[in-house]
Structure formats: structure tokens, C-alpha cells
């Protein structure tokens, strides 16, 4: 009887891990990039998916995230406001390009794809890292620049 049981709770792991693991969808788990720099996240994707359309949403609960951007069969490059996303179907990858990124950028992020019933998607934690603060110094007329003290 403990054997039983103890088969049927390591099977249900396997299980659960294999469902886990085998979602057409990954990423990175976790990404930085500088305050008012630029940061691309890519994103793949298994065989079968490339007609499906990719998404960037932003929020820690993913059924509840906000999409800042997301692509159709159609439109496989979109652009919104400082986020981008590219799928590029031959790779099987899709990027998603935030500029001018500000410390407020910082936070929980889901890539998906979506599909009948419930989309994939696979959770990337971005960090920012303040910015260094530069100015334009010196005498600009010889064409020299220098940073601020």
C-alpha cells in the first residue's frame, strides 16, 4: 500500500513537470537593463505556433496582465508607444524592444502566444538599473564633451 502510494505521488510529479516544461513557449527568467537605455527580451517558440499571435503583457498574476503590445498572423512587427514586438517565424523567436527605459519599467512581464481556450505564456522578471546622469560640456564649438562631475 506505501509502495502504491508512493508511485502514484512520483508520477504525478513527473507529470506535472513534464506539463510544465513541454508549454511552446520560453524566455528568459529574469532581465536588466540601464534607465533610459533600450532592453529586448526574446522570446521562443516550438514548431507549429508561428502563425499564432504573440504577446508582451505586463503584471504579476498572468490572467490579469495588462498587453502593452502583441502581434497577429498578419502583422507580424507592432509598435506602441516605447514598446515593440518582432516574431520572427523562420527562428521561431519573437523580440520585444522597450526604449527609453525608465525605473518604473521594473516589474513582472509574461510572453505569450495565444490559442483557443487558454494562451501559453512564460513569466520574465526586468529589472532596471538606475542611469548615470551625463551633460553636454565644455566648449562645444571645438566639439568637445564631457561628463558631468
Known amino acids: ?7 502514484s505521488k512520483v508520477f504525478w510529479l513527473q507529470s506535472c513537470c513534464f506539463a510544465m516544461s513541454s508549454s511552446p513557449v520560453t524566455g528568459p527568467k529574469a532581465v536588466r537593463g540601464q534607465e ?13 505556433w508561428e502563425s ?3 504577446w508582451w503583457c505586463r503584471g504579476a498574476d498572468w490572467s490579469s496582465c495588462k498587453i502593452l503590445v502583441q502581434t497577429t498572423a498578419s502583422e507580424p512587427e507592432v509598435k506602441r508607444d516605447r514598446v515593440s514586438i518582432r516574431d520572427n517565424r523562420e ?10 527605459l525608465r525605473l518604473d519599467d521594473a516589474g513582472v512581464y509574461w510572453c505569450g502566444i495565444e490559442r483557443v481556450g487558454h494562451d501559453h505564456g512564460t513569466q520574465v522578471r526586468v ?5 548615470k546622469s551625463m551633460c553636454v560640456c ?3 564649438s571645438q566639439g568637445l564633451l564631457c561628463p558631468a562631475p
Not at 91 to 100: I, Y
Not at 127 to 131: F, K, L, R, Y
Open 52 to 54: 499564432h499571435g504573440k
Open 127 to 131: 529589472t532596471v538599473d538606475p542611469g
Open 36 to 48: 533610459r537605455g533600450c532592453l529586448a527580451v526574446q522570446c521562443r517558440y516550438t514548431p507549429g
Open 138 to 140: 565644455g566648449c562645444v
Open 91 to 100: 527562428n521561431r523567436t519573437f523580440t520585444v524592444t522597450t526604449e527609453e
Open 1 to 7: 500500500m506505501a509502495g502504491s502510494s508512493l508511485r
